[in-house]
């Protein structure tokens, strides 16, 4: 351990990089060279205890129920149409809102890319602040404004005369989609626009000036170059979809069910533990050819890059095209994304006969019934806080390591681990929660009733965004410029700090800002853990809907509306983050 | 500056890794023993539902007389955390698991997680709930599914809410109820129970006619009862639908926890002809349980006075033990319907599935 703290230089190892050092053979030395491998067992060993042993028992146990294989359960998975149609209806519609996303939000990461303008950084916050919000409240949100007695159809009966509602999306697949969009348009943005600003526009500027149109020119040179970028966020927006739960729960109504949901009726509703876990592994066979294929495109697409100081791309919009692009693509994301949020929070300050109060919030911090579930909200805010910013620190360390490491190891190892490190996120949470039960049970692995076990799942979900994150960044690096500075004299350490760092630092924040935001969510898994008394803001928000009463609706917008501002200042903080060059770049 | 800023970070990062290995370890160290006791308190561990609650004094009162400390493991909804508690049975997470209701009471049984016990609270708990007779579970509390109605939007209609089941069907209600879906909510298979119950599986209507009526009557289902109650309801919500599938126990809810004091509950049950499910809530003491004496304490103590008189103002369900005296709000605003429809627990567990297929068939497809 103390080595490793010492030798911190281990990220970039490189074997032909090194030669200009006298070979040594102390115990140091060697410490040196081998500290990389000893680093990239970390991830592995990670995912080995916190995914593979719980899933492989509860598998077992699934399957397997004492010592002897009982598959007769699952006649009724081949025998049905139903299951096959789940899955297909799971892949259209995740397939579906991916394209839908990703084409609603590439314009937005442009304008974030390659303009400057006023309230950015706020705008920018706004739209990741979906992510965490529990869907039951989303869901009245979307009633609020689109319901039968919402406020877009109150406004169009009274301006066009109508008796009926216009709009209908209740239970429909629209609304899936809808909400999908809703959740993930940041994804895209962020890591995409991310990306694109580092892009050098030279290249695109070399296109025009040799004739090219604006269509071109994006066709032929923005488009490939954003590629890494775009199919990442995109993977990340499939799978979420794929595995999509409350969405469909809640919003979709019980005629759809994606495999998901089916799973945690088979496990928890049925209890019928064999299908659940074929089920299960379905998603994970899925999950994992759909990121091999992507592994092997990717692995062919890389291209060093010339990345840029955003500084040195980004202006103010200057003409009135400019403007129009700008100003479009902030009003359809204020729009689609901050007016849900912003009629939870006037809910949560609305009496409901009409004017504003304080109540709600005054009355989150009285216990009135001397309940021991009342949670005190500034002891839900540091329990938040302090869950979020262990699984930042955690889901940053272990996904910078796994991102070099598929960088450095290319060839098998890489082709078989970059589909293994996104399997967290296609696995059901139910199915992986009840592994924990069951596998994490004995000393030192005693985990389960633990409080520490909520960052360590957090961090499971959390750290495919770091590696997503930071993965098209990484391959971007020019080597040529870390064979330079290994020339001019610098050692590992020193070329890593100067030149990988600044570059994938951007990178790392945008992962950051995902992996706070997995957790303040309380993302999957957790909310099905046993877990012992440290409630968080999300725990707090669903004890208060679980009982009837205006003023336990109105303290779960309350509280709602504390969880958005929390996260929003945790954005600000986040991308406020300067030290040596991460960022500024 | 740089370098050891980012030091400090890998640190910190290494040293959290740390400590979520060594939290466990060192939990029982934690909490230290007051001086003036004698003995360091025992610990003792519930686990429940995410819905149980209870007053902080009156289980510092427990704690105090048995010298215990009680740590509390909420693990889900009522299903989530029995599965778990049916998963960890090698090596349970607790010592008493509380929260396992009557529609889930064969899964327990059968997955055979509890010792018997007898407390002496339970002289006074009526026999009929008291459904096994060995003890292994025992009754705390319970609860009735019943349809709720807004009474504001029955009276700016000039429509008299339904007196039953049957009036559900009638053309004056149409597209007017919520109900939930019984594979994914414990008030909707409650509430399909209590359609089993009262029409039957037999003879000219039976259940599933009734439901293909109510489907042609426009029923709304959605999943969960916080998506009916928050979403659907137009006592609750932004939503359309007057009557809701909730509990006979949610008026006086709403009169507590009402913006301002009111006299009247702004929401009525439908009580009439077997329109409710009773749901009873069970505790027992788990199997493997490391302190089963201090376990038989905590259930003598559910059971007593003190904490039944807690229940419903904590839970909104009533108690089993009927020394206890009901509060103010509930005695005034709370209705306990007097015939509930009557459903085994050995004919729930034997049919579930096929009666929540064939019910999905009927009302889904």
């Known amino acids: 351990m103390r080595e490793q703290e010492q030798n911190p230089q281990i990220p970039s190892t490189g074997s032909g990089r090194r030669t200009h050092h006298a070979p040594r053979t102390t115990l140091l030395t060697w410490l040196i060279r081998s500290a990389p491998v000893i680093l990239y067992i970390l991830p592995v060993a990670f995912l080995t205890v916190l995914f593979f042993y719980p899933l492989f028992e509860i598998f077992k146990l699934s399957f397997v129920p004492e010592g002897r294989l009982s598959l007769g359960s699952l006649e009724k998975l081949v025998s049905s149409s139903y299951y096959l149609k789940t899955l297909w209806f799971t892949i259209w519609q995740a397939t579906v809102s991916m394209l839908l996303t990703v084409l609603l939000a590439l314009p937005g990461a442009y304008i974030i890319a390659r303009y400057d303008f006023l309230g950015k950084s706020v705008i920018q916050a706004l739209t990741t602040i979906p992510f965490v919000l529990p869907t039951v409240v989303v869901a009245t949100a979307f009633t609020a404004l689109l319901g039968p007695r919402g406020w877009v159809n109150t406004a169009l009966m009274g301006t066009l005369g109508l008796e009926e509602p216009l709009i209908n999306l209740q239970f429909t697949i629209w609304i899936i989609l809808l909400a999908h969009v809703f959740y993930n348009y940041t994804v895209v943005l962020r890591i995409v626009g991310g990306f694109w600003a580092n892009l050098s526009p030279r290249v695109e500027e070399a296109a025009a000036v040799l004739g090219a149109g604006r269509w071109q020119v994006f066709r032929e040179v923005t488009l490939p170059l954003l590629s890494p970028a775009i199919t990442a966020a995109s993977l990340l927006v499939f799978i979420f979809d794929f595995t999509s739960f409350g969405v469909i729960l809640i919003l979709g109504g019980p005629r759809y069910a994606t495999l998901e949901v089916e799973i945690y009726r088979q496990a928890v509703n049925l209890f019928n533990l064999p299908v659940a876990a074929a089920l299960s592994l379905a998603q994970i066979v899925f999950t994992f050819s759909l990121m091999w294929v992507y592994t092997r495109l990717q692995a062919r697409t890389s291209v060093p890059l010339d990345l840029r100081a955003r500084r040195q791309v980004q202006r103010a919009p200057a003409t009135r095209r400019e403007k129009w692009i700008v100003g479009g693509n902030v009003a359809l994301m204020l729009g689609l994304l901050t007016t849900p949020l912003l009629a939870l929070a006037a809910r949560s300050f609305s009496e409901s006969g009409g004017g504003w109060t304080l109540n709600f919030y005054r009355e989150l911090f009285i216990n009135r019934r001397g309940s021991i579930m009342f949670v005190p909200p500034i002891e839900a805010v540091r329990n938040s806080v302090g869950f979020a910013g262990a699984t930042t620190l955690l889901a940053l360390l272990l996904g910078l390591i796994a991102a070099y490491l598929l960088v450095r190891r290319r060839g098998w190892i890489s082709s078989v681990l970059d589909p293994v490190f996104m399997l967290p996120l296609g696995t059901s949470a139910v199915t992986l929660g009840f592994g924990y039960i069951i596998a994490l049970d004995q000393p030192p692995l005693n985990l389960r009733a633990s409080p520490a076990l909520i960052p360590l799942a957090h961090t499971l979900v959390a750290f495919p965004f770091v590696v997503r994150s930071v993965l098209p960044a990484l391959r971007g690096i020019d080597p040529r410029l870390r064979e330079a500075a290994a020339v001019l004299g610098a050692g590992p350490w020193r070329v890593w700090r100067e030149i990988d760092l600044p570059i994938v630092g951007r990178a790392l924040l945008v992962g950051a800002v995902f992996a706070f935001t997995v957790s303040m969510g309380e993302f999957g898994a957790t909310i099905f853990i046993a877990r012992p008394q440290v409630p968080t803001m999300p725990v707090a928000i669903f004890r208060f809907l679980g009982q009837p009463g205006a003023l336990n609706y109105g303290q779960a917008l309350a509280m709602s509306t504390l969880l958005m501002l929390v996260v929003g200042v945790g954005f600000l903080a986040i991308e406020r983050f300067r030290v040596g060059g991460v960022g500024e770049f | ?365």
């Open chain 2, 1 to 365: 500056m740089f370098e050891a800023r980012f030091r400090a970070i890998v640190v910190g990062a290494m040293l959290i890794v740390l400590a979520g290995c060594a939290v466990p370890m060192q939990a029982p160290a934690t909490q230290p023993a007051e001086p003036a006791a004698t003995e360091a308190p025992q610990t003792i561990t519930l686990m429940s539902h995410d819905s149980f609650a209870a007053s902080e004094d009156v289980l510092a009162q427990f704690e105090e007389e048995n010298n215990a400390k009680l740590e509390l493991l909420p693990s889900g909804d009522a299903g989530a955390a029995l599965t778990q508690a049916i998963l960890s049975k090698e090596n349970p997470l607790a010592d008493v698991f509380f929260g396992v209701d009557n529609t889930f009471f064969s899964r327990a049984m059968e997955a055979g997680i509890f010792e018997p016990y007898t407390p002496e609270g339970l002289q006074n708990v009526p026999d009929r709930f008291i459904l096994d007779p060995e003890h292994r579970l025992l009754p705390v509390d319970y609860g009735d599914v019943c349809l709720n109605y807004d009474k504001a939007w029955f009276d700016e209609e000039g429509l008299e809410p339904p007196q039953n089941l049957e009036d559900l069907t009638q053309l004056e209600y149409e597209g007017l109820l919520v109900a939930e879906n019984p594979a994914t909510s414990s008030p909707g298979l409650a509430f399909m129970l209590a359609t089993v119950g009262h029409f039957g599986e037999l003879g000219d209507y039976t259940w599933l006619d009734y439901w293909l009526d109510l489907r042609d009557n426009d029923v709304t289902i959605v999943n969960g009862w916080e998506e009916a109650y928050w979403g659907q309801f137009t006592a609750a919500s932004d939503g359309d639908k007057p009557l809701v599938v909730s509990y006979a126990s949610s008026p006086p809810a709403e009169v507590y926890f009402a913006e301002e004091p009111l006299d009247e509950a702004p929401t009525g049950v439908v009580t009439g002809g077997g329109a409710c499910f009773r749901q009873i809530e069970f505790i027992g003491i788990l199997k493997g349980a490391k302190n089963r004496a201090l376990a038989e304490k905590l259930i003598d103590f559910m059971l007593g006075k003190t904490f039944q008189e807690d229940i419903p103002l904590q839970m909104f369900v009533f108690p089993v033990n009927q020394a206890a005296e009901l509060p103010k709000v509930f005695a005034q605003h709370a209705v306990i319907p007097e015939n509930p429809a009557d459903v085994s627990p050995g004919a729930i567990d034997q049919n579930r599935d096929r009666w929540i297929e064939a019910w999905t068939q009927t009302v889904l497809r």
